[in-house]
């Protein structure tokens, strides 16, 4: 990856992304087991499956699927094939606000939110799905409308990719934590039922109203939650003196202060803690998506292929 890349993300890197786009799925029962929930795993409703025909058993396929009155009828393994319905309604609210333009590693909390965005665009997409997007920064929201296929793809990528492009150190504006809630409010007038509502933020500024504007869009619809981080946000390095940045104004501080690093370490173990204690009272999935690993491979190993084997049986052939 390019150094700047790292900073700012472009519109050709976020389409090339298509074609990482596979792996994972975002599938009915889909488990998704969350790495700050330890063994805690939540599961997407989703839009439930239809049944489309049966077939003969094949060695690793779902036993579970076997259709028994139909094995004995004809003297071998049956197996019920089904098919997930389709235009479902996909929001990705996606963050870009200041709290979100920071990273240690790999890149920024607000390109890893772009390319996670980017790869659930094209993958609901690419199975008859309607994706639309609340993209929001202090620089306003954007409220796309959900569209099937290229015609909700490039509003939601231009989308991004603008609020992206105007982050910088030196914006001398104060974070503003209430923006997170008027972007959840946006999203529940672009869902009103039977869809999914995927958040990817650092979940900064998350409070009370937060709780109650996420608890009301689970009465009708699935939610899930991307939760980005940077490695550097769980313990400060002790490196001694440093000069560090917010806005327009710097400060030198020392790194090895044991009180600013528990004060440093205590502010995310309380954001992370908020999130997992919700979504384990709301069974809603948690995937930590940190900025020090490539963004695919982390979709791949949360909501990849593997866990979809314990999901409800699926069509021969089909790609997760």
Do not use: C
Not at 59 to 85: F, K
Not at 122 to 130: A, E, H, M, P
Not at 158 to 182: C, M, Q, T, W, Y
Not at 251 to 277: C, K, P
Request: without cysteine.
């Amino acid at each position: 990856m390019a150094d700047d890349a790292r900073i700012h993300v472009t519109l050709d890197e976020l389409v090339r992304l298509k074609h990482r786009a596979k792996g994972f799925s975002f599938l009915p029962k889909q488990p998704v087991h969350s790495l700050l929930a330890g063994r805690h795993a939540s599961r997407l409703r989703g839009r439930g499956l239809e049944f489309e025909e049966l077939r003969p058993y094949y060695l690793g396929d779902d036993v579970r699927a076997i259709d028994w009155p139909s094995t004995a009828r004809m003297g071998s393994p049956q197996l019920r094939v089904y098919t997930e319905e389709r235009d479902r309604r996909v929001i990705l609210l996606v963050d870009q606000r200041l709290s979100m333009f920071f990273g240690s590693r790999r890149m920024m909390k607000s390109v890893a939110a772009a390319e996670a965005a980017a790869l659930a665009a094209f993958r609901v997409t690419s199975l008859g799905d309607r994706v639309g997007g609340i993209v929001f920064s202090e620089n306003g929201i954007d409220e796309i409308e959900p569209r099937a296929r290229q015609a909700a793809i490039s509003p939601l990528f231009e989308a991004i990719v603008r609020h992206n492009g105007a982050l910088a150190a030196e914006d001398p504006r104060p974070a503003d934590p209430s923006l997170l809630n008027r972007a959840i409010a946006g999203a529940l007038k672009l869902l009103p039922h039977d869809g999914l509502l995927t958040l990817i933020t650092d979940a900064a500024g998350a409070d009370a109203e937060t709780v109650r504007l996420v608890t009301q869009v689970t009465a009708h619809n699935d939610v899930l939650t991307v939760f980005v981080f940077d490695p550097l946000e769980e313990a400060l390095p002790g490196i001694g003196r440093a000069v560090v940045a917010e806005g327009g104004g710097q400060i030198e501080i020392d790194t090895s202060a044991r009180g600013l690093n528990v004060s440093f370490a205590d502010d995310f173990r309380q954001r992370r803690e908020a999130v997992e204690a919700f979504s384990r009272r709301r069974a809603i999935p948690v995937m930590p998506l940190s900025t020090a690993r490539d963004t695919t491979e982390q979709f791949r190993e949360l909501i990849g292929r593997r866990m979809a084997h314990s999901a409800a049986p699926r069509s021969v052939g089909s790609v997760a």
